[in-house]
Structure formats: C-alpha cells, structure tokens
C-alpha cells in the first residue's frame, strides 16, 4: 500500500533532530572543517542521543528500537542538513553496528553489540574504500583467504572516519575470485591485531573536518569466529545497499540545507532595482532545487523501505544512488551559484556544502542506514 | 508507515489495464494515419475486459488511497501505445462544473459530455489575456471570439467557455458559460492535426454573436450579488481542480516515459543487453549506463505524481507538490523517450513500432494544464512568497 506517512515516533525524530541539527551542528560546521577537528563535545551530544545506537536489541543491552533503515534515512537527512561531517562523525560507529546486527552471529552480536550500549561514545569503523582510483565494492584488491580456523587478510583500506578512535574495524574484503556484491565479505579486526597498521590518511576535499585512518593489512590474521555471519558469511548487496542509502539520505540533508539557504538571500539580494528572486533565471533554478529535493528524499524513501522490508534493494538503491548522485550536486552547485562571488568565499556554507556533497556522492561507505 | 509497495490485489488491476491496452495496440496505427476519424463510443474488444469503475468498487478503503492509486492507472494506462477500448463520458468541462457548477447546473448537464475551451491563438498559459467577449443582453449572453485547443472538442455534447465580460477587469471579468453544441452562432471550425494525441479529438471553435441563456453562467445565482461571488468563487473552484488534474496529466507523461522505457529496455534484452546491477561502475556500458539513468528519473517523477495525489488524499495542501510532479513529469515525458530512442537507434523511427509514438505523445504532457515554465513560475512564487505581479 503506498504510503508517505511517517509514524508517530519518525515524526517525532525527526522534530527533534531538526532542531539539533539547526542548532548543534550547523553553528560549529564551519570551524570543524577549517580546523579539521571535531570537538567531543558533538560527539558527546550525538552519543547521548542514542542516534547510533537505539536499534541495538535489548538482549545485547540497548533500547530494543526496531532496526529501521527509513527511520535511519530520516536520521540521517535531518542530520545531514546541519553538517555532512559531523553527521558522519557522530552516526560512523553505525557501519560497524548495522551489519553486526543484520548479519552477526548470535555469538558475535553477544560480543560487540554491548561494546556500544555504555554511556560513553565507543568508537568502531567500517573500512572499505581502497586507495586505487578504479575501487569499487564489487571489484576489491583486499583479499581474505581462509587457513584452518583462521582468516589472513592483506591489503590497504583507506579514507575511514574516525579510524583514529576505533577499538575495531569491519573489514570488507573478498573471499573468492568472483566479481559481484555477493561475494564479498566482512571481519572484525581487532585495532592490536598484528600485521595491521593504522596511519591518518591526508585530508580530503569534503567532509574535510572528520579524521580518516589508512589500514594497511600484512597477513592480518582473524579467526573464523571473526568472520561476519560465520560460516553463512554476509549478504554482500545488503550491506553495501545499507551504505550507499545512508550516504544518499546525507546528502538530501545537504541540498536541503543549500536550498533553504538560497531562497531568503533571493528574497533580499538585489540586483538591476529589484531582489534577484523576481528573475526568472534565478527563480527558476530556485524552483528545480526545491523540487529536486523532495525528489531526491522519494528515492531514498523508496530504496529504505525495501531495505526495511527485507527486499533485494540493489535496483532500488542504485536507482536511488544514481539520481541523489547527479541532482544533489547539481542542487547544492546552484546554490552556489545563487550567492555568486560569494559562494565561493569561505565566510559562507555554499563552498563547504559542494565539497561535502561531492564526497559523499563518490565516498563508499562512510555511514550505514 | 512509508510504503511504496503495491498490493496484489491492485497489481491485477493494473496488470489488466496494461492487457487491455495492448489490445487497443491493433487499431493505433490507423487512427495515427487517419487523423479525422474519432474513436468510436466503443471497440468490440472492451467486452474482453471489465470496466475499470466495477475493479475499483472491489478495493479495500485499507490500501493506497483512491487518488494515489488513480495515478498508477493512468501511467499504466500510457505504458501501452494502444487505443483507448472505452471512451469516457468525461472531459475537463466536466471537472468544471462539479469544481464550481450549483446543484441546478450539475443536475441539468452532470450526465452531458462538456469540454473545457479557454485557449485562444493569443492567449494560453495567460488567461487574463482573453479576447472572446461576452456581452449581456437582457436574459441573455451574446459570446463572440475565437477558441483553440479544446480537448474533447468534436466528441463533447457541451462546452464550459471562458469569456471576458469586461477586459478592463482583467481576471475578475471572466466568466465560464455552459454551451451546447447546437447552439447557433456556436461552429467547429476544425480537427487540429498534432504531433501525438491524435486519437484525441483537439477542436477549433468560433462564437459569432452566439445567444445562451443566463442560468448557463457556471455557478449562477439569481440574486445579483449572490451572482458576483458565485462566478468569482467559480473562477478558483475552476483553477482549484488543477491541483487533482495536473498530477494526472504529469501521471500521463511519466506514462509515456515508462512506456518507452518497458518498450526499449526489453527490446535491448531481447538482444542480450540488460543492465546488471551488480557489475559495478567501471564495468558497464554506456547502454547500461543510460538505462539506469532515465530509469532513476522516471521514477523520481513517478514517485513526485504519488506525493501529489497521496497529499489530496491526505486533504492536505498540495497546491506546490501538484506543480512539482507537473513539472518532473513534463521533464520525463520528453527527455524519457527521447533517450531511450538514442539507445535503440535508427530503427526506433520506424512505423513498424510504437516506441516512436511515445515521444510524440508524451510531449504534450509538457505543454497542456500549464507548461513547465508556468509550473516553475507556481513553485517559485510559492517559496519566494512573491505575487503573480512580482514575478512573472
């Protein structure tokens, strides 16, 4: 049955994350990205929230909310609408902690599950971008190979938040010669594990103000226990569905944001003897980001509910993907384009925005919904 | 909760459409080649299949509501080239007047076909600008003036008409008037030829000192003053059913965009190209590439069209969202067969195949019940909070 309706409780998160987002994290945006830091504080806030956490089940020691990627959608855009980067910081550990509960053994949710439920932020990432210009998920270099109980893991993952402060990874790697998201597969690796080497990667042009770790892999051993779903391994597309819509609903948050940010300097800038929102040219690009966003969130909406209802959301998804992709940059470049010359300072968002959303649209993985 | 799944039970009913479009596909190319005929009342082939009216007293009040879901029919309905089996006894004069028509009126012409005629040659999108007169005389009202475009024009019974009853009034001064077609002074002056629609029936009208009676002013009252609000309040009622009938027009040409795209898509696979949703960026083609492309756009105003529709369902405003799947839909209705064409071809021409009506006639879904720009102009207005006078 179609349906646009929210429930009580995403109504509800979604009000309250709005006002979070306007009020917590689009102030201190810009000083996190030219500091390239992001204070605890905004970690500690998001942390207390329960943003990350909340779908963790009660047996492993969380609140019991139901894992909902629709309602990780409407997080995640709402949160996105205040700063991609911190977003990304704050909902990071989220990558380590969905495929746990999607995919993890009863033995493994029993082990890393309450890691996360204590009042305190604990930091756990996912690594999966590899520094090779042709990386796709479905055509990984990192390789696992099985000997006796154990797994050896050898290759470089790069470009992932919060590396710095994660007591374990999830490492995606693949397990056969195969091509394809089915065929791939995640371990947990264990920050002390020998052979593994974990450096700050160099900056990045968006999400500029989150800490990214390189991993380097030199046989990494992980014992099979530590393979994500054990012996029946993980269901590669959903994971990989999983991240590519949280990337995508950040990104609605984004244009959002742009749009919302353009239309009152319309209503005021002048130009020629009258406000520039009376120019059709400006007007109507105004007009298409405003609808471009809304269009862009149906999509996402769409490709989460096949997620939550447990679905093959890969059509959905790289659908999704790929319009968020192309009408999310053009959105936030119009906006830009909206403030002119002073778009292009950094006194104002538009800049940060471009790169953040540039980043998001081509970085796998940072966030899971 | 969000959903966009459909249910099985209207998934039948949707598939049935899709059969009986394509049994309306036999008779598409003839009536493309001879555009004068009109469709008859009925094709013997419409007994094969049940009325639409009788499926939907089946459904269940718990599924997509009955707005939303009418959106489904009508793409479904232009995912087939075929002819329509059954012609409605409906046309937009008919939304008119049960918008703004008194109880009177609705009883005196709810069973007569009506069409809508405002357009003139000089005057489309801005109606204000509308030259046919209407001078009252007596009991009566004289129309004199020349229309255009007038959707259902040949097969309709009766016409609601805009006319200008002082042009120093500007919008306030038009009134809609009830004319039957045996009205004298009141002539078809043609069958427009088109690029698509051309089963269709687009008619030309002329007025030439044409006499109705008073009551045939949409909503009259007998009481002067009851008489003024009523016609104002008519106006908006009139322009109030835009916001139900432009998604249904967006509806039509993402139908059209989902045609060609079922049409080129399969047509591809029948020759071994499909797109594989696994293989990963740098391991398709471009052919893949577009697929996916004008898939995700057409999909994104199909879903724009649903929100509108779910919106009125809601009873919620949806004055904006109305004019956002206006224009997604004018958006897809064009680039949507357009580029499945690149991807099919020179063949793609041919009259051997329907994938070529498809463009021609979702191009219209750009232009009709206002144009994209007139849809961007709403938007803008909207969130700009400017007037009509402010921008424009």
């Known amino acids: 049955m179609i349906s646009f309706e929210l429930t009580e409780e995403q109504e509800l998160i979604r009000d309250t994350l709005n006002g979070f987002a306007r009020d917590e994290l689009a102030p201190k945006a810009r000083e996190a990205d030219e500091s390239a830091t992001i204070a605890e504080d905004i970690i500690a806030s998001g942390w207390e929230l329960g943003l990350a956490t909340t779908q963790i089940p009660e047996a492993y020691g969380g609140a019991g909310g139901d894992r909902s990627p629709l309602t990780n959608a409407i997080i995640l855009e709402e949160l996105g609408y205040g700063c991609a980067s911190l977003a990304t910081a704050i909902m990071a550990p989220t990558a380590f902690i969905q495929p746990l509960i999607d995919f993890g053994t009863e033995a493994q949710k029993q082990q890393y599950l309450p890691l996360f439920t204590g009042s305190e932020f604990h930091g756990a990432s996912l690594a999966l971008q590899e520094p090779q210009f042709t990386f796709d998920p479905v055509d990984m270099r990192t390789t696992a190979e099985r000997q006796g109980d154990n797994w050896r893991l050898n290759g470089t993952k790069t470009l992932i938040p919060l590396g710095d402060r994660a007591s374990h990874f999830l490492v995606i790697a693949r397990t056969g010669p195969e091509r394809g998201l089915s065929h791939i597969d995640a371990f947990i690796v264990a920050r002390d594990s020998a052979g593994l080497t974990i450096s700050a990667s160099t900056g990045t042009q968006g999400l500029h103000a989150l800490p990214m770790s390189t991993l380097q892999l030199d046989n990494v051993q992980v014992s099979a226990d530590n393979r994500l779903g054990g012996d029946a391994g993980i269901d590669g597309r959903r994971l990989i569905n999983t991240l590519r819509v949280g990337a995508a609903a950040l990104s609605v948050g984004v244009s959002n944001a742009a749009t919302s940010y353009a239309i009152p300097y319309a209503q005021e800038r002048e130009a020629f003897g009258e406000v520039i929102g009376k120019k059709q040219s400006i007007a109507f690009m105004l007009a298409d980001m405003y609808s471009e966003v809304q269009c862009m969130r149906w999509m996402v909406w769409q490709a989460a509910s096949a997620l939550e209802q447990r679905q093959d959301a890969t059509k959905a998804t790289t659908l999704a993907r790929n319009y968020t992709n192309r009408r999310a940059l053009k959105v936030v470049d119009d906006a830009l384009q909206v403030f002119g010359g002073h778009g292009f300072i950094r006194d104002l968002p538009l800049e940060m925005w471009l790169r953040n959303v540039r980043t998001l649209t081509v970085l796998e993985g940072p966030i899971a919904a | ?392």
Request: hydrophobic content about 40%; proline content about 3%; overall charge negative.
């Open chain 2, 1 to 392: 909760m969000i959903d966009f799944t459909v249910s099985e039970a209207d998934q039948k009913i949707l598939e049935q459409i899709i059969a009986e479009g394509r049994a309306g596909e036999k008779y598409t190319r003839y009536y493309e080649d001879n555009e004068d005929e009109i469709l008859p009342e009925k094709f013997a082939e419409a007994d094969d299949f049940p009325s639409l009216l009788k499926q939907f007293a089946t459904r269940s009040p718990e599924d997509t509501p009955a707005a939303t879901f009418q959106m489904l029919v009508i793409m479904y309905r232009n995912i087939t080239a075929g002819v329509t089996l059954r012609q409605g006894r409906g046309a937009l004069g008919n939304a008119a007047l049960s918008a703004a028509g008194t109880a009177e009126q609705k009883a005196k012409w709810g069973n007569t076909i009506l069409a809508m005629s405002i357009t003139e040659p000089g005057a489309g999108s801005d109606t204000k600008a509308i030259t046919s007169t209407a001078k009252q005389d007596g009991d009566e009202w004289i129309l004199n003036g020349d229309k255009i475009f007038v959707t259902t024009g040949i097969r309709c019974e009766g016409v609601v008409v805009w006319a200008t009853t002082d042009k120093n009034l500007g919008r306030a001064g038009i009134k809609s008037f009830v004319v039957m077609k045996d009205t004298p002074g009141f002539d078809i002056l043609r069958k427009e030829k088109k690029l698509g629609i051309r089963n269709s029936d687009t008619a030309a009208y002329s007025f030439r000192d044409c006499r109705i009676p008073k009551e045939n002013v949409l909503g009259y009252q007998p009481d002067a003053t009851a008489n003024k609000k009523a016609a104002d309040d008519g106006y908006k009622g009139v322009l109030k059913t835009f916001n139900m009938t432009r998604p249904g027009v967006a509806a039509g040409g993402v139908g059209n965009a989902l045609g060609a795209f079922k049409f080129g898509s399969e047509a591809l696979a029948d020759e071994g190209i499909e797109v594989d949703w696994e293989a990963g960026v740098h391991h398709r083609t471009a052919v893949q590439d577009k697929l996916i492309e004008i898939e995700a756009d057409n999909e994104a105003a199909k879903l724009s069209v649903l929100r509108a529709a779910w919106l009125a369902d809601k009873g919620l405003s949806n004055n904006v969202e109305a004019s956002i799947s206006k224009a997604k839909g004018g958006e897809v209705c064009r680039t949507g067969p357009q580029r499945i064409m690149d991807l099919l071809g020179g063949m793609s021409v041919s009259h051997d195949h329907l994938v070529e009506k498809f463009m021609r006639d979702g191009r219209i879904s750009d232009i009709y019940e206002g144009t994209g720009q007139i849809q961007r102009l709403i938007i803008a207005r909207n969130i700009l909070e400017l007037s009509s006078a402010e921008l424009s």
